[in-house]
C-alpha cells in the first residue's frame, strides 16, 4: 500500500470516528433537551394545577360544602389570622384558639364586624393539656370543616445544649401537642361525615437547614409527615391534608395591634384558593419562584450555608438585646 494510500485510508478512518463521535453528541444533546422539555413541562402542568386554575375557579362553594365552622390554632401571626380573614370572607364561622386573651378579643371584634359571622376565641396556654378541655366541649354539636395550623413559628435563636428543658417541653408541647390533640378531637366526625380538610402551615425551616432553632424545625418537619401518613391512611375517604409553606412571608406575632400586612393578606387570599387542588402548596406563584430559582441555581449546601450565616446574625441580635433587657 502506497503513502498516500494510507493516508487516505486513515482521513476516512478519522472522519468516521468524528461521525460515530457527532453521532453520540446529538443523541446526549437530544436526551438532555427532552430530559429539560419534560421538567419544564412537569413544572407548567404544576403551575397550572396549582395556581391558574384555584385562580379562575373558586373553591367557596366547596369549602362552605364541608362544615359551617374552622378552627384557626394560633391565629395571632400574620398567616394564621390571614386565613381567619379569607375563612370568615366566605361566612364560614370560626373557633380561634391562641395564648393571648385581649388579641383575640380585638381580631374576634374585627372579623365580627366586617364579616357578621359567629366567632369563638379560645385563650389556652398550649403547653398545658388540660387548656384543651374547652377546645373539646366548643366543638360539641358544631359542624366543623377545616382546621387551619399555624401555631409553629416560635423560635429558640439558641444553641441546642443551652436550651432550657422546660422550653424544650413547652415548645413540644405546644408545636407538636396542640396540632395532635385538636386534630384527635375534629377526626371522629369528619370522618363520620366523610369530608373534611386540615391545612397546616410551615416555614422555610423545613426547606432549609435552620441552626439556633433546631426544636422549631423539627417540630415544623413532624406536622409535614403527620399530614403525608394521613394522607396515605385516610385516601379512601373524602378527607383533604394540605401542607402550605409560607417560606418568604412574614409570619411574626401580633403584639399589641392586629395589623394584617399586604403581603400576608395576598399569600393567604391565594393559598387558601389551592385546597382541593394540591396537597403540597407555597400558597403563592411568587413564593414558588423564589424557591425554584434559589434551588435551580444553587446548589443545597450553598444555599444551607448562606441561611445559616442569616440565622447567626439573628442569634447573635437576639443574644444583644436579651443582654440590654437585663441591664
Known sequence: MSSSDSFSFLLKQITKDLNNINDTLAL???????????????????????????????????????????????????????????LAKKQINLILIDDNEQLLNRASEILKSNFNIEIITISIDFSNSNSYIPIEKSIVGRDIGILVNSNSFTT?????????????????????????????????????????????????????????????AASNAYSEKLLETWRCEYSDKNLYFQTVNACFVDSSKFNNEIILSDDSAMFTSSA????GWSSYSMGHW????????????FPIKFLNFIYTRILKRKFKNSIEKSAIKDK
Open 156 to 216: 429558640e435563636w439558641s444553641n441546642f445544649h443551652a436550651l432550657p428543658k422546660n422550653f424544650i417541653e413547652k415548645t413540644i408541647s405546644s408545636n407538636i401537642g396542640a396540632f395532635s390533640f385538636i386534630s384527635r378531637m375534629i377526626f371522629p366526625s369528619m370522618f363520620q361525615k366523610n369530608k373534611g380538610a386540615i391545612i397546616n402551615i410551615t416555614s422555610k425551616n423545613t426547606s432549609f437547614s435552620s441552626p439556633y432553632s433546631a426544636i422549631t
Open 272 to 275: 387558601i384558593r389551592t385546597l
Open 28 to 86: 446526549i444533546g437530544l436526551l438532555y433537551i427532552g430530559k429539560k422539555s419534560i421538567e419544564a413541562a412537569i413544572n407548567l402542568n404544576r403551575a397550572i394545577s396549582n395556581y391558574l386554575i384555584p385562580a379562575l375557579i373558586s373553591n367557596e362553594k366547596w369549602l362552605k360544602s364541608l362544615g359551617n365552622w374552622a378552627i384557626v390554632i394560633g391565629c395571632l401571626n400574620q398567616i394564621g389570622y390571614g386565613y381567619a380573614r379569607e
Open 286 to 297: 411568587l413564593n414558588t419562584f423564589k424557591l425554584h430559582l434559589l434551588m435551580k441555581n
